[in-house]
């Protein structure tokens, strides 16, 4: 089983909001992954965990901040998002950091910011 | 720099018309070349890994090759259900790297 989730698929916000994007896996993945990924663009890393560690931020800003509850759960959470922040958000897992290993991408979250 | 060039971004092709989609690379040694296909508004869904030039993986009618500057996902007799974008994405090795992606080919098949 190579599936990762996703919730929700779909969120609408404001820029006054507080929201979070929750990601599970249950393959035994040790890395994971937040990439955003706008109209027509490829994705974009955003943050990479290691054993529940935050080992890459791609210089976001800190109105997104992400958290790794143990070692199946990623959640990021948004506060007073703007309007360009508005893409597909998408989760990644992959066995771990060190190895030849391909990441699994979740179905993402469709984030409108209004 | 890394750098992922995949052409062409558009392909339109007839329902059993067979072609080739190229992703052409530049890393400082290769850990692994990934190719992946993408609906759109969903998440991108994995093919295939290649680690060496002169490796091949097939799927149904996907068959992706490996050369040291390119690699190349052939599609044999498209179905309409293979309309999808067609992402190449490279790792490159010595520690952590991070993947850097191709912006795709979005690819038609007409009935």
């Known amino acids: 089983d190579t599936e990762v989730t996703q919730t929700p698929k779909h969120l609408v916000m404001g820029m006054t909001n507080k929201k979070s994007l929750k990601c599970e896996q249950h393959?035994?993945?040790?890395?994971m992954y937040w990439y955003k990924q706008k109209a027509k663009k490829p994705p974009e890393l955003m943050f990479v965990?290691?054993?529940?560690?935050?080992?890459i931020n791609e210089s976001v800003p800190s109105r997104f901040s992400p958290e790794c509850p143990n070692s199946s759960l990623l959640n990021l959470h948004l506060h007073a998002l703007q309007p360009e922040d508005s893409a597909l958000y998408l989760c990644?897992?992959?066995?771990?950091?060190?190895?030849?290993?391909?990441?699994?991408f979740g179905p993402g979250t469709r984030l409108l910011v209004l | 720099e890394d750098q992922v060039t995949q052409s062409p971004e558009a392909l339109r092709l007839q329902e059993g018309e067979s072609s080739s989609l190229n992703c052409s690379y530049t890393?400082?040694?290769?850990?692994?070349l990934f190719w992946y296909r993408q609906d759109p508004g969903k998440g991108p869904e994995f093919l295939f890994t290649?680690?060496?030039a002169g490796e091949e993986k097939e799927k149904e009618r996907l068959k992706a090759t490996l050369t040291k500057k390119e690699s190349f996902l052939h599609i044999t007799a498209p179905k309409p259900e293979d309309s999808a974008t067609y992402l190449c994405?490279?790792?490159?090795?010595?520690?952590?790297?991070?993947?850097?992606f191709g912006t795709g080919t979005k690819l038609q098949v007409i009935p």
């Open positions: 393959m035994g993945h040790r890395a």
């Open positions: 990644a897992s992959s066995q771990d950091l060190q190895r030849k290993e391909t990441q699994y």
């Open positions: 290649l680690y060496s």
């Open positions: 890393v400082s040694g290769l850990r692994g």
């Open positions: 994405a490279v790792q490159a090795g010595g520690g952590y790297q991070k993947v850097t």
């Open positions: 965990y290691s054993y529940e560690k935050l080992s």
